[in-house]
């Protein structure tokens, strides 16, 4: 009787690939934002290192951000 292969967590073929998202066209990834003794994940712009911010000036969370698409 043969023990069967258990797979790895960190086997990268196991793993899916990674979604991009993005804002106005141009790709965002998450940053975390410290500011006013706050945290939280906001989206920056991936080719300048801009903040992805509304209409208004004010940043956007990362989970806003990438729903907006």
Known sequence: MSKA????????EGRGQA?????????????KLIANRQSF???EYDESGDIV???NGKVLPW???KNLG
């Open 19 to 31: 979604k991009e998202y993005f804002h106005d066209g141009k790709k965002i990834k998450p940053v």
């Open 41 to 43: 994940f906001a989206a």
């Open 5 to 12: 292969k258990i797979a790895s967590k960190n086997n990268p």
């Open 53 to 55: 911010v509304d209409l």
């Open 63 to 65: 989970n806003s951000a």
